[in-house]
């Protein structure tokens, strides 16, 4: 009985172990993937690189229990992907189908990529508790949503009364607003591992130094 | 040999932090109600004035000394929550999208200093109940200094000015905050004569304010008073003060209604188009369909926003300062900026809310007292953020101090250092 559960246990191990390697793999992926996206076209210029990769060194050190600094190097390399979500979020990759053509935004097909690296990880069951230190951020999160969204419904009223103002350009703010926030949830939990946030940092350092030396 | 116990290095350490650091937050807060008077014109004052130079001081002071290593007492103890650093990162970190670096630059310098050296200065003067308290006083003498310069320049010499302050929105802001503190401060005293002081402060407030922003920031700040203080005569207090308030001004008239009318109606003067700061409002949250993370920099909306109202009518008639905090922050640093300011919000107004409902107002009285009126000048800055902005310089300090305040009374009180 004891070597019958011992073997289960030894089984449960490995499957954790590969499922948290594949979806590590996956969110590395998306990361790569968008950046070298990012390399070559940028619909909002990076007038200085240099700001991202110092933020981007700093990711490169492990903290080890000085759990504040842990939690800043996860802000800043949170906000380093949004950067790659926000410059593919204006480039559109199209898809022929027969006669017509499927036309997705180029951060759809990253975000797929975080999304199956999100779920891997929730198979895994590894995935430390949010601490109390985060509890507010995420709250944070709806404050913001629900401090946009009332904005937008004020002037809405307003707005439309006065010059039949739409609220087409709005549609698309609470699109990108969603994507971001889906970025966040399937790459927070990511980002407690020292070694996501090394090679992630290495990942962004490189594509800075890059865009340094091509914008001369 | 005698050897010191913790408690004995902690206790001379406090009065120490109090000989030092309470005259300089006692400077940074008085001289906040003179704004940049005398020296408005003066580039180099608006930058170093006293407030921003007592912030670098003790910055550079409490750096110098834990380089010395000759105390036990770190900077560390005394910085923010890493919600504001966290703030201040993407704020860095968004200087990288800014058309103007000088601008940019100088704007997050300016913010570091001040959010940081602003809540290690106020941290460590208010190191016991004492000091809190004489903090309390001097910011209530600040309000009411201020309030007191913008009805004598307004009523008594029959100008436009508002006090010290060049913008009838800046000076919104920091009466909208510093008013709440002071006014919930002395009506939740048992003494008939700080409760009067209270009542008046909080009446000549409203007959002072120009503006929208600055009304519903202090009545915001009195009704969250009124909803969560536990003491049932300070609730009544702010009841009776907000009629009297009400009454007061309805007898004033036209001179009061106009300047908050005018600022409060919907239409331009031309009578056909909404008001522009409404139109404002909408191409900052525009910007964030492109922008969303990158936004336009640190204090740099102005080189961006225009390319935003898409048709919406540009009319050039939005008056200096009139800006929406909120979306400022939104726009300028994107969503991760709004987020960690929010979170610093949320950090500091539930402590607040925690404080006020673990308070025994009757075993804890001051402590009761100090938790009221920092949460409702929270919620004040919170509301006045919506009509102007906590990041200007000469409001930042208020905003910096109330969020010290809640800092300094859960530590003494809560965490029980006192």
Known sequence: MRKTVSINDQRNGITNTVLRSVGFTFNLMAVMVSSFATFFTRPVPIERPLILLLGSFLCLFNFKKLWSLVLLQKIILLYLICILFNQLLLLFVRIPLGQTCLTFPASFWALILLLAGFVLIKAAKIDSPITARERDLFIGWAACFGLIVSHMMLLIMMLSKFYGYGYGHNLKVIKSLYLYFSVFIFSWSQLDSVHFRQITAAVFAALYICLIIVKG | ?418
């Open chain 2, 1 to 418: 040999m005698i050897l010191k116990s913790d408690a004995d290095i902690a206790d001379s350490q406090t009065i120490w932090h109090q000989r030092l650091y309470l005259p300089i937050a006692a400077i940074a807060i008085a001289a906040s109600a003179f704004h940049f008077w005398p020296f408005g014109n003066s580039r180099i004052w608006r930058v170093l004035n006293l407030p921003n130079l007592a912030c670098i001081g003790v910055l550079v002071v409490q750096i110098l000394i834990s380089i010395s290593k000759k105390t036990n007492s770190p900077i560390s103890s005394s910085l923010p929550h890493v919600s504001v650093f966290a703030y201040l990162a993407v704020n860095f970190l968004s200087i990288a999208f800014a058309a103007g670096l000088f601008r940019s630059v100088s704007f997050t310098i300016k913010l570091s200093i001040v959010l940081t050296g602003g809540c290690v200065l106020f941290s460590l003067a208010a190191a016991n109940e004492r000091s809190i308290k004489t903090i309390y006083y001097l910011a209530t003498v600040a309000a009411a200094t201020s309030v007191g310069a913008c009805l004598f320049r307004r009523f008594a010499q029959a100008t436009s000015s508002f006090g010290f302050f060049e913008s009838l929105y800046k000076y919104g802001s920091y009466i909208g905050i510093l008013v709440p503190l002071g006014g919930i401060y002395l009506l939740s005293s048992r003494k008939t004569v700080e409760i009067f002081l209270g009542m008046v402060l909080i009446v000549c407030a409203y007959l002072s304010s120009g503006s929208i922003g600055a009304v519903a920031a202090i009545t915001s700040g009195l009704l969250s008073a009124l909803i969560f203080n536990r003491k049932r005569t300070a609730k009544l207090l702010v009841v009776i003060s907000l009629a009297l308030s009400t009454a007061a001004l309805l007898a004033a008239g036209p001179a009061f209604f106009k300047n908050v009318w005018d600022d409060f109606k919907l239409l331009e003067t031309d009578g056909k188009n909404l008001r522009q700061r409404y139109i404002e409002w909408q191409a900052e949250i525009n910007l964030l369909e492109s922008r969303g993370i990158t936004g336009t920099g640190p204090g740099c909306i102005n080189d961006y926003r225009s390319n935003f109202y898409y048709r919406l009518p540009k009319l050039n008639t939005l008056e200096a300062f009139d800006q929406n905090g909120w979306l400022t922050v939104a726009a300028e640093t994107g969503i991760l900026g709004l987020i960690t300011f929010c979170w610093i919000i949320i950090h500091y107004g539930g402590t607040a809310v925690t404080m006020i409902f673990n308070i025994d107002p009757v075993r804890e009285p001051f402590a009761h007292r100090f938790a009221a009126a920092a949460m409702a000048a929270l919620f004040s800055a919170c509301t006045a953020n919506l009509f102007s902005s906590v990041h200007y310089n000469g409001v930042l300090i208020v905003f910096v101090l109330v969020l010290s305040l809640i800092s300094a009374v859960n530590k003494v009180y809560i965490k029980g250092y006192r």
